[in-house]
């Protein structure tokens, strides 16, 4: 009896407020000093700044709960009036981070590429745009939708980097509202703001929000297209169906890695059965995705564009089996990139989310779990790039929101915390150049 009441107060102490805070802290303080002394960053001279900062942050966030402000019962009745609007305010904010940093970091090489791409493409007109996938080895990787929305924003707005930047900004936007939205669906208001905040603190989600390539977009679609079946599956209806199918298709002529939309939503209608009712409409609705997708892939075949796609997709995502270099670059990702692209002050709250779920089991826990999980370990086996690890994240961000349930006085500080050092690392990698790497050679 004693030693179970010793074992309860352990876990006890392990999901309490003080030792989140300090494992948060801790974390981030290790992951700084590690990228300092490995010689990561050619822009070393900011870690020590950012190590005190650190420090100061959770000292902060570590003060009695009754020393914040939010907590006196006359602010706390305001906020509570006026809840309905945290989410503009913080869409409102994230807009303008977003156009100052869209202006600031650096030049990522992927976007010289998409630029090769787009400005001919916007300078020739649509006309031209199999000769220009015939000439461009990269626009060859990839279908062609997102191309022609860039080549369309740089011909109305001007031949700049930065309209394609603001163009991603508004996906980066429009994802944070649907993961509220979809956090809503799930579970409650709350959850959704938290899941939403969360996502933002991920220092890849506004590093890619702000960069003229394919990766935020299809991370809406992807989420968009859960969140329409979500919707779906609680109040059927024929338009939400055709909207699912649309989202699918539309998603996938952003980019081929849509595709592993596919088993996560097989596993749903297998594991989870409230999806299983719906099988049919789900079957309507991939024929659906299926025909707006074969109008391009019968133009690329006629065009004779989509044999050396395929060759050139089966080439990468046979990489990690193939070659030494695929399985070091599968282990950079895990271990460095990864972890830096979601901060690693995220990772206690995401193991309680993690428990939360899996000791529930509730359909909205497995769905974030199977969306997770699922694409995670099928990037693992292909095409284990870090970017492309993002369609994950907005469920990552719900799970963490989903632990804090049995937290509700400690979220505010858990939340700041992670947004604070989220801030941190996104001024560290504003102008990041990478300089030391573990597991490959530069």
Known sequence: MDSHKSSLSKLNW???????????????????????????????IKIPWLLAYSLTATAVCLLPSERFPWNKPAIRASLLKYQHLFLPAALGLALLFGLVYGFYQRLWPDENLVMGVAVPLA??????????????????QHPPLLFVLFALALRLFNMNLLALRYITL???????????????????????????????????????????????????????????????????????????GASLAIGMMVKYTMVFILPVLFAFFIFIPEFRKFRR???????????????????????????NQFKTLASYSTVVFRTEIGKSFLLESLFTRLPSAIGPYNLPLILLGLKSALQARRSADKTLFLWASIVFVLLCLTLPDHRYFMPTFPAVALLMARGLEGLPESRNRLV??????????????????????????N
């Open 416 to 441: 700041a915390l992670s947004l604070l050092f989220g801030l941190g690392a996104l001024y560290l990698f504003v102008d990041w150049n990478r300089l030391g790497l573990i597991f490959l050679s």
């Open 281 to 307: 409409a789900f079957y309507a609705g991939l024929a659906l995705a299926a025909i707006l997708l074969s109008a391009w892939l019968v133009y690329a075949w006629q065009a004779g564009v989509l044999a």
């Open 170 to 244: 508004v996906f980066a936007l429009l994802t944070l509202v649907v993961t509220f939205r979809l956090g809503k669906e799930l579970y409650d208001r709350a959850t959704g703001i938290i899941g939403a905040l969360f996502l933002f603190s991920f220092p890849l989600f506004m590093r890619l929000g702000t960069t003229g390539m394919s990766d935020m977009p299809v991370t809406f679609f992807f989420l968009l297209s859960i969140y329409l079946l979500t919707r779906f599956v609680r109040a059927p209806s024929v338009w939400l169906a055709i909207a699912t």
């Open 14 to 44: 392990l999901t309490s407020t003080p030792f989140l805070l300090l494992s948060m802290g801790a974390l981030q303080v290790i992951w700084l000093l590690l990228t300092w002394v490995s010689g990561a960053a050619e822009n070393w």
């Open 123 to 140: 300078e020739k007109g649509l006309g031209h745009l199999l000769e220009i996938y015939r000439s461009s080895s990269y626009m060859r």
